[in-house]
Each structure stands twice: as structure tokens, then as C-alpha cells.
């Protein structure tokens, strides 16, 4: 089994930026996961993806809605993944959550991600 925490949440002004986190445990993601991303969902919406890395290949992908303002990474030595979240706006305001799955060809695709995170909350205000 395949546990995800996410940190970094919090509330910040238009404009400004924050760093979340996802940490996975067990370590290794060759068997169990070789995909990872962020999505997230608002009051009242469904859920969306953000971004996510296939893993292997180191690359990335990134929802219209955020590309030039977030980046997506992750650090393979301390498996941890961020998202790098800069000139956020009030309609960024949501739960985040980080999700690892195995790559079946659609980075956006929720039933590419078998394991989720709790989430943590985003903030922003005008």
C-alpha cells in the first residue's frame, strides 16, 4: 500500500505564491506507481487535475489553467513531489491533493491514480 501526505497548504493574496508537498511511502515506485500528479477541487465543482510527471521519462504536464504559473516536481531521492504555485488567483482556491497511479496514457485521467492523498487546503484571496 501506497501512502501520500500533503503539506503546504495555507492562504495567501492574489498574486503571491506557495510550495505544496507530497511525500510517498513505501519508497521505490517501480511496482507500485511510475505516475504522479496534483488535482484539486473547489467548493461546489468536481475535481481537476493540475499537473502531474510521469516518472520514468521525468515528463511533465500541466491543466490550461495553470500552465506558466505552477510547476510541477519531484525529488526521487526524497520521494517527494512538489507543486510550485506562483501569480495564484481566487479561482485557485480548492483542496489540493497529490495521487499516484500507474501510466496508462492519460496524464488528466482520475483512474490513472489509485492512491490519493487527504489533500490540503489552498486560499486565495483577492
Known amino acids: 500500500q501506497v501512502h501520500l501526505e500533503e503539506s503546504g497548504g495555507g492562504s495567501v493574496q492574489a498574486g503571491g505564491s506557495l510550495r505544496l508537498s507530497c511525500v510517498s511511502s513505501?519508497?521505490?515506485?517501480?511496482?507500485?506507481?511510475?505516475?504522479v500528479g496534483w488535482f484539486r477541487q473547489a467548493p461546489g465543482k468536481e475535481r481537476e487535475a493540475v499537473a502531474s510527471?510521469?516518472?520514468?521519462?521525468?515528463?511533465?504536464f500541466y491543466a490550461d489553467s495553470v500552465k506558466g504559473r505552477f510547476t510541477i516536481s519531484r525529488d526521487n531521492a526524497k520521494n517527494t513531489m512538489y507543486l510550485q504555485m506562483a501569480s495564484l488567483k481566487p479561482e485557485d482556491t480548492a483542496m489540493y491533493y497529490c495521487?499516484?497511479?500507474?501510466?496508462?496514457?492519460?496524464?488528466?485521467?482520475?483512474?490513472?491514480?489509485?492512491?490519493w492523498g487527504q489533500g490540503t487546503q489552498v486560499t486565495v484571496s483577492s
Open positions: 495521487a499516484a497511479g500507474l501510466w496508462i496514457g492519460d496524464p488528466f485521467r482520475e483512474n490513472e491514480y489509485k492512491y
Open positions: 513505501p519508497s521505490s515506485p517501480n511496482a507500485a506507481y511510475n505516475h
Open positions: 510527471i510521469y516518472i520514468p521519462e521525468g515528463r511533465s
